[in-house]
């Protein structure tokens, strides 16, 4: 009786008859009906496996954001930002193309994939010359307040309802970055418009397109992410390009490479476990950044970035455990 009443729930009612609520098609999920029925189970049982595939990507990410600071110092913006999607691309495509074949592009929201991937576009680009403006340690700091700014926008646009705790820690965070960027130093101003530009556009993408999640496995965000911005920056080519050294030529292959691996890293770490469970890990970027821009630079972390960026660290957790908690 179970096996074949599960039969018509996947199959759909009869012509002429009546669907009850306990069959409705609609109250089936598509992740229910997909050859995936062991993820539930996986992310479960994986979780400290899903940590240490986020403790990578955050070191992998700092390198490729070191490399990309190092090369936009000598090469156009464009061409670093082309080369780095470009070899990634590439490198996703050895990996994902050979398991799924093309039918990884297949998808009813190539709209969706277009314009999320233009917005990426534009918030890659201000953060690439963020880089070149300013210590790549207060660079990613600014860049962790995009969970300000996609809670924010849910407010503001998704009119999701919001007490006075969650506006409160908002408003903290908001300070943290206002303490990290450090308004009335000259140095720092111009280049931190552009990190603060870039986590405006990261977190209201965020809360745009978050549910594409729910329609679109990861394998086929992440193609069509790495082709249309590769795609997108190959627009900038002809503002700016120079032929690199063979040294640099390598450069650009590990700044490809190692985002590529970030990108696979953090998709696996998310598979393996809850996000809420990952996500915490990844604000060791701050860490590593900090580090390497010591070690190449040699930028000494000031107390604003220190205090500033607990506060938006500790801002950004404390949302994340609220959302989980309201799930």
């Known amino acids: 009786m179970l096996e074949t009443a599960q039969k ?89 193309l050979p398991q799924t074949g093309l039918a990884v592009f297949h998808t009813s929201r190539r709209r969706d994939h277009v314009m999320r ?45 919001v007490g006075i705790v969650r506006w409160f820690a908002l408003i903290v965070g908001f300070l943290g970055v206002l303490i990290v960027t450090n308004p009335g130093a000259e140095t720092f101003q111009i280049g931190a418009l552009f990190a603060l530009a870039n986590a405006m556009i990261y977190g209201s993408v965020t809360a745009a397109v978050r549910g594409m999640t729910a329609t679109e496995s990861a394998e086929t965000l992440l193609m069509y992410q790495l082709l249309l911005i590769t795609m997108f920056f190959s627009l900038m080519l002809p503002f700016g390009f120079a032929i690199p050294s063979w040294w ?46 010591y070690l190449v630079w040699g930028d000494l972390p000031t107390l604003g970035l220190m205090v500033g960026s607990a506060v938006v660290v500790g801002s950004g957790l404390f949302l994340l455990w609220r959302e989980s908690m309201r799930r």
């Open 8 to 96: 018509r729930v996947a199959l759909g009612p009869r012509p002429g008859e009546r669907v009850t609520e306990a069959i409705r098609p609609e109250a089936i999920r598509p992740e229910a009906i997909r050859d995936d029925s062991s993820r539930p189970a996986t992310r479960r049982e994986h979780v400290p496996l899903g940590i240490l595939y986020m403790i990578g990507a955050t070191s992998v990410f700092a390198m490729s954001s070191a490399t990309s600071k190092w090369l936009v110092d000598i090469y156009p913006v464009g061409e670093v930002l082309f080369t780095r999607s470009g070899l990634s691309l590439i490198a996703c495509a050895l990996v994902i």
């Open 248 to 293: 640099d030529a390598g450069l650009m292959l590990f700044n490809g490479v190692t985002n590529a691996i970030g990108q696979y890293w953090w998709t696996r770490a998310l598979h393996l476990a809850p996000a809420s469970a990952v996500t915490p890990f990844f604000y060791l970027s701050l860490l590593w950044a900090a580090l390497l821009g």
């Open 117 to 161: 991937t233009l917005s990426q576009t534009f918030s890659q680009t201000c953060l690439i010359i963020a880089f070149s403006l300013m210590p790549l340690a207060s660079a990613v700091a600014i860049n962790f307040s995009a969970p300000l700014f996609t809670t924010l926008v849910a407010i503001l646009l998704l009119k999701e309802k």
